[in-house]
């Protein structure tokens, strides 16, 4: 039997693959809720359709056995998923791939990479799964190199140690998150990191991105998780200090958290553990109005219930996931622990969304587990593996994703979504359809996630859609808010990037970077301007 | 009515200065506790006792509205609050003292300050309230330059803007534990950050220094409460984005965070505030075992309850409080909440205790407070007072701090008091005394906070100390722990933090202070090693 591949156009096992048929459902029924026409059916690409540069380079003798430069290696390593990334793969186009694929077994094995790398003026391109919607793995990076070197870090997949007093594990950086967990779960512990790339991202790319959990509140973001660090750069390895807090200096985790792949391949993490939940308790509840809604989901996240989950969904969303029909925007609320019963937690969220005015099945909110909130999780979980449907029938569908403190939100979630409407109609012709939910709730804000649909001109998607993310863009970073709360900056969101952080910032970055890179062959053009392709160029 | 004038020499006001009689009742009690012998009182230092070196600089005419180069204000600038800081004082020696001291009175006077030292050559120290215990405001930085201009932020001290609803402000550096809070009491809010040094530290110091504050498990480290942050720097101001959560790359933030001067001076900070509690619970509770303790505060701080307190004190250290005849460890436990009773909570965590071994007095933890922890909260806030009457009568005082993973605790304690204890005999010639706490329970693990009595040779404190000092950080270093967890890194834990701190990222760390402090004028020796004294030297 053949080892499950994944596809190298998209999202998920070659085996899960929609057909015409499956497409077309989905199509027909995004279309009918949004109001878009679905275009006529196109094929994903097949791989004997695509045709593929040849490579500019070849692995010297001793690292042979952990190169490869087929087809399907190079095609599954050109792309991330974000929406474009789809368009490029269904125009059968992957100019971009790198020249040469490379799958570390161990981290001397990383090191003699980038010493090669180094030496054959490659540029190296970090990657985990691929999960990336903001081009943080694209192989084509300029001029300035003599070739490009993907390194896929998903051998690097053990538990290599667990300390079940601390509750902590010793983590291989390239392991994919269902493994992970099944590596942890006789030990009775979870990483209880569940971002919706799950399946098919890995611990060290959450790391690199800043990868944002499931859980809306408290302990969700990898940064909390991460206890220590062991990362190889082009100077040398770096490991940190494995220790449950520390003042000494600036952290030096919190250098290679968000790194993006542009400093250094982490190879091994120490990590935060939690015992696995076993008392559990989640509501679903109704709101008219959305500001209502916000201010009541404020509330409760300033309360210090610390609610497992915490989400917004507004009504349009809701109808979309099939958790409504449009009449509400819908919050989901629960709470769970692995040590005590949440009764008393969830009794006082309830009455404090009721001073705000939410609806609520009270029986239901007795249950364990909402039938709301299950059709919203069940569609969360299937949408990255619906979007080709969507794709195949020529429909636009993405997403973005900010904060903003609450004084802003109001003024802020009506602008965007304003702009984003504009910017649609301006670029494709015809309205499309954008939606909000937040995704975490602090307590002095909300990350509010859009998610967007129209009708592209075929043949002009790529153009179309970066109109609209750039109009979207400016409209949030004009009103405050964060180029990105959890996809990371990529190069897809350089330019406001840019113009978010501090330029002081910039340059300190760009020196620990020259400490750490001093070549610059990690991941260039991602977090800085890559100098080499401006000097070639 | 003469201005409320701090100490030059030591904690708090002039006016609290301890008398003879109050300075031998405090040494007398410490000596019988600790089985040591105290010397014949020494007064503290007049300031007409001291004789300061010639100032090698004065200001530009414009600055000089803002400098003073008085004895007092020099000599009061001169020293921390670090044990050799007190010797020093009371060996009447100041020749350390800073050439001169400038009080901006904003963030334009912060910028024409550091233009001037550097153009003139100057060392600048920046100053919050000089509460350091490890040599973080030495002026004495060798002779790469031409004076040090030490720089006191507390005339930065207002808070500019609420914002209700996100529960966030806009406040100065400079300003002070008691008058923060007094200007966020009106509206309702709290900062809830309370070091032992709350009453002279300011926020700029505290985020400095990563500073930790009383309470002991989730939200109690400046670095959570940071929002965003304006930071200037000799080559310009750095102002990040106002934001609840971002995944934009490394924060820019966590680089100022624990920076402890060496980088920039922090002007302003949107910081992250709470509603003032309004329930509340305490309890005390008694062990036989400390492993068992420590055991119970791992099951308490594992649990998801979040106490506001979760201190466990050694038998001897609470008998040193006054808490307790030494026949039990304490543990103290609270919580406290703004919005729900906390009955629930303290109901369970009392349980998980009692599942351990912890005795406590039921009626006593169904009260609002405990008086048992009432004793050892009072002795805690006294303890800065206090030390002077130690120092006037030749006792050696000091404390320091770390944090470990739980597997090793057990181990690290016996062998990081062990190595102590021998220091001191081998330093002093005679036994000393030695103690733990932990001041913050992490669910991987605790920070054990030691404080130790000696009994110095008269006219060799330092020497000892540093033997004393050096034993102990090697011991902690090597045991695998962190050189600090809360006090800093300042000059005095300089070469533990240098074998902690991966050395690449020393090296990244001093990229990026040459691109922000190209010239090397801002707190040198701390963080880094001082490369133009090296120069010079």
Redesign the interface.
Known sequence: MAEARRKFWGWGLESETLDEAGAARIARRVASLTGLDPGPYRAPPAIDEVSLPTPRVSPPAALAALCRSDDYSRASHTYGKSYPDYVRAWARDFAAAPDMVAWPEDEADVVALLDWAGAAGLAVIPYGAGSTVVGGVEAEVGAGYAGTLTIDLTRLDRVLEI?R????ARIQGGVLGPALEAQLRPAGLTLRHFPQSFAFSTLGGWIA????GHYATLYT?IDEFV?SLRTV?P??????????????????D???????GS?GIITEAWM?L??RPTHRASAALRFADFGGAAAAL?AVG?????PTNLRLVDSEEARLAGAGDGSFHLAVLAFE????PVD?WMA?ALE?MADHGAGFDSDAALRARDPLADAWREAFIRAPYDREGLIAHGLLHDTFET?????RFEEFHAGVKAATEAAIVEATGRPGHVTCRFT?V??????PYFTYHAKPTPGAEIEQWRAIKSAASDALIRA??????????GRD?MPW?EA??????G??????K???DPDEILNPGV?LPPRRAAAAG
């Open positions: 300390d007093s601390s509750r902590a991105t800043r990868s944002g973001h206890e750069t100077a040398g390895v770096l490991e940190s200090r494995r220790l449950p807090g520390s003042g000494a200096g600036p952290s030096p919190r250098l290679m958290i968000g790194s993006e400093l935060r939690q015992d404020r300033q309360a210090g219930l610390y622990s692995a040590d005590h008393a006082h404090c904060a903003i403190t609450w004084d975490h602090y307590p002095d804000g909300p990350a405050g808010g964060t180029i990105t709360h959890h996809h990371a900056v969101h990037y978010q952080r501090p330029a002081l910032f340059e300190a970055l760009a020196a620990a020259r400490a750490l977090l």
